[in-house]
């Protein structure tokens, strides 16, 4: 269950692999550092968070809300072939929510993109188009 005694704070390995795009009502979002694939996170702003059950129910809503944004923005600007959404969290504990525009034309296609290539990392450009549509 989340502890109200500690602060929010990103996990360490979020806070490398990715860039801050926006603060949402609940969550963080952020683009993971990746240009092969449109892959963004959302964060629930709660500490000590693993699972979304370990949110209230209240905040349950307002994460898939946030979700249902973010995936319609993605659809929007990017037009996939497929929306995976995920909170697996095998790596990093910390409560987080995969958002990944796939395409049946990219490198990892059909499988699942972690550890198929080296990162190739956004260009300063690259990165302020995204935030502008946050």
């Not at 629930?44 to 349950?60: H, M, T, Y």
């Not at 972690?114 to 935030?131: C, F, R, S």
Request: include cysteine; aromatic fraction near 8%.
């Amino acid at each position: 269950m989340k502890n109200t005694d500690t602060p929010f704070s990103l996990a360490p390995e979020l806070q490398r692999d990715c860039i801050e795009l926006a603060d949402w009502p609940l969550c963080k979002v952020l683009l993971m550092n990746d240009s092969q694939y449109p892959w963004f996170i959302l964060v629930p702003r709660v500490a000590g968070v693993k699972e979304i059950i370990d949110l209230s129910e209240e905040l349950q809503i307002t994460l898939l809300q946030e979700s249902g944004k973010l995936s319609k923005l993605l659809q929007q600007v990017f037009n996939p072939d497929k929306l995976n959404v995920a909170a697996l969290g095998n790596m990093v504990p910390q409560l987080h929510v995969h958002h990944i525009a796939r395409f049946t034309t990219d490198a990892a296609w059909p499988t699942p993109i972690w550890g198929k290539l080296p990162a190739v990392p956004y260009t300063d450009e690259q990165i302020a188009v995204l935030k502008a549509h946050f």
